[in-house]
């Protein structure tokens, strides 16, 4: 009974990923469609329009400055992605809600953030001078050091798939208007303008702050390119991702999500002892 039981869940998992896969590439095809009526109506060619300015890659590389991690807005995660944040705590899903959950909004779980003031000692004129401290909030999985992720494994598509959000890559200005100062770069110039030498080749980047965010990865002189096919597998995920995400108000009861999950922690435990 045990295992028509289990034998039940996979297949019902099975089948409603086949239904998003469906629906999923139902929307691209459609917003495909979409874009040749926008680029026919302005006089474009579809190709023309439907090729983006990455085609043939983008300079990115992770810092580990952790400055995403400190900007202002939401992490949100779904329920699938809260069951794994749920495994890899090894707490019950009840105390990860009372613990690092602010809200349950129709199955998705919006984190918690926590309160922050960081210093930095840096280099000027040869001189080691503190720069001034900076109160903000950021992630509550940042590790005080304000760099390292402690779910990096776990972390949700959300914080997984930046900076190739839409809202970045579908824009070269938007792109490289992301791209900001190196953390000390932007401290040198905030203490003594004058100890940094203008950059005559490029225009200079603009500072992070916690309002606006940005990216010390991008276009960094030493990034990698990254292929374009890797851009477009973020994006979609992100996009995908936008989509399904309960932007009414509508709640749901934290029972409900804590339900669900207890299901998919159960199944996962029974097919390892089928193992």
């Known amino acids: 009974m045990q295992l028509l039981t289990l034998t039940a869940v996979i297949l019902s998992s099975i089948l409603r990923s086949s239904s998003c896969y469906s629906t999923y590439f139902g929307a691209i095809h459609l917003r495909s469609r979409l874009i040749e009526s926008f ?34 807005g939401e992490v949100w995660l779904d329920t699938n992605e809260f069951s794994s944040l749920v495994s890899s705590l090894g707490l019950p899903p009840e105390d990860v809600l009372d613990i690092y959950a602010q809200d349950v909004v129709a199955g998705w779980v919006k ?14 004129d040869q001189q080691e001078v503190l720069s001034l401290a900076t109160a903000g909030e950021q992630c509550i999985f940042l590790e005080s050091d304000g760099k390292l992720c402690t779910i990096y494994t776990s972390r949700p598509v959300q914080c997984r798939t930046y900076p190739y959000w839409p809202s970045i890559v579908d824009s ?39 309002e606006d965010g940005g990216c010390e990865g991008i276009d960094h002189l030493e990034s990698p390119l990254v292929s374009p096919i890797t851009i477009h597998r973020n994006r979609q995920l992100y996009e995908s991702y936008h989509w ?9 009861d934290k029972q409900k999500l804590l339900s669900h999950v207890d299901v998919m922690q159960r199944v996962v435990r029974s097919t390892r002892q089928w193992v």
């Not at 399904?244 to 749901?252: A, I, K, L, T």
Request: proline letters at 6%.
């Open 39 to 72: 680029a026919l109506s302005a006089g474009q060619s579809p190709i023309d329009a439907a090729v983006p300015f990455w085609s043939d890659g983008l300079r990115f590389s992770c810092t580990g400055c952790g400055r995403c991690c400190q900007t202002e």
């Open 244 to 252: 399904s995400f309960p932007h009414s108000n509508v709640g749901d």
């Open 172 to 210: 070269e200005a938007a792109w490289a208007n992301e791209a900001v100062s190196s953390l000390a770069a932007s401290l040198a110039v905030e203490i003594n303008p004058s100890s940094v030498e203008p950059v005559t080749d490029r225009p200079l980047k603009r500072q992070w702050t916690v």
């Open 111 to 124: 984190l918690k953030s926590k309160e922050t003031t960081t210093d930095a000692m840096i280099a000027v």
